[in-house]
């Protein structure tokens, strides 16, 4: 059986930026390679709100050399999009969409066989770079599995004239304020922190904090969600609990790796709140020979210390030492 499964150099699970970089790198160094992705290309940022901006400048978003033109200052989740589908094409990049990966075990032979939910792969080294947006922070609290609890939001024409409840004060959450409150939803946000969060987008705070205070979105501090009913929510407040009329919660509560994923293939996290995975930052690999981690993955819980335009050289990295055990 062994003898029909395509075999690579280097197996690059998730077809996010630095993903594709490390595709990218591998190509330019002669490796053989496969990028394996379970939802579309950079699905991450497809997932992103629709109408979202990024914080960072478009040329800190760039691979592989190749200008990220905008016509903003700021790039849009669409230009993006865009970018990487052309980075993508121009390096003809070997990339299986919409194949996630179940299972990766090492044979006798020292190769991997991975195991996804469409075939079969042999592969040398594997990459990891599956972000961290695909498991959400759970509330933990009644009712949060009913169908009008959402931890992704996309576009905010769907909640017009509805009641709308957005828990956090980050970035996601000001946006999901913000913009079904422009289409007219009736927004109350629950915040466990004292005021907005510094993180948010510096010119999109002053926003939020003057809608908050001119009484246009209804905001409680110092609050937690405490059950999640078909017609309503409770707050757990300062003054005591409130119940409020609700038709859609928003739990913009975070994301985190698929700690499990790492786990079943026997890398090690520490056993703290961050849960960081074991790697070495000269070579990325883990504590598991020839499995190398790229990206916000290797922060564990905190997700906020790798970006695209720090964790680009992961890749380069990673191709070094491949290529440095086989010369």
């Not at 949060?144 to 024409?157: A, F, Q």
């Not at 004239?161 to 109350?188: P, Y």
């Not at 003057?210 to 209804?218: A, H, L, V």
Request: proline fraction near 5%; charged fraction near 20%.
């Amino acid at each position: 059986m062994s003898d029909t499964l395509t075999q690579v150099d280097v197996l690059i699970i998730g077809a996010g930026p630095i993903g594709l970089t490390c595709g990218i790198e591998a190509q330019a160094a002669g490796l053989s390679y496969l990028i394996i992705e379970k939802g579309c290309l950079v699905n991450s940022l497809y997932n992103y709100p629709s109408n979202m901006t990024f914080f960072s400048t478009s040329e800190k978003l760039e691979i592989g050399g190749i200008p990220f033109v905008s016509v903003n200052l700021k790039p849009t989740r669409a230009e993006a999009l865009e970018y990487y589908r052309r980075a993508a094409v121009h390096f003809n990049l070997n990339i299986r969409l919409f194949e996630e990966v179940s299972e990766v075990a090492r044979r006798p032979d020292s190769l991997f066989l991975i195991t996804t939910k469409k075939g079969s792969y042999l592969a040398k080294n594997i990459v990891i770079s599956t972000g961290f947006y695909d498991v959400p922070v759970k509330l933990n609290i009644q009712g949060e599995d009913l169908p009008k609890v959402r931890h992704y939001y996309k576009d905010p024409h769907y909640y017009a004239f509805q009641n709308v409840a957005v828990i956090g004060a980050g970035n996601s959450s000001v946006d999901a304020a913000l913009e079904t409150f422009r289409k007219s939803a009736n927004v109350t946000m629950i915040i466990r922190g004292s005021e907005i969060s510094h993180r948010v987008k510096y010119w999109v705070r002053p926003d939020i904090i003057n809608r908050i205070k001119e009484g246009s979105i209804k905001a409680y501090f110092n609050s937690s969600l405490e059950e999640i009913t078909p017609t309503a929510i409770i707050i757990r407040t300062p003054e005591g609990k409130v119940s409020v009329p609700n038709d859609f919660v928003l739990a913009m509560t975070g994301y985190l790796p698929n700690f499990n994923f790492l786990k079943n293939i026997g890398i090690e996290c520490s056993l703290d709140e961050l849960q960081l995975p074991t790697h070495s930052e000269e070579t990325m690999e883990t504590n598991v020979p020839n499995v190398y981690l790229a990206g916000v993955v290797c922060g564990g819980m905190n997700t906020h210390s790798y970006f695209i335009e720090n964790s680009r050289v992961h890749a380069q990295k990673i191709v070094n030492h491949i290529r440095s055990l086989t010369t």
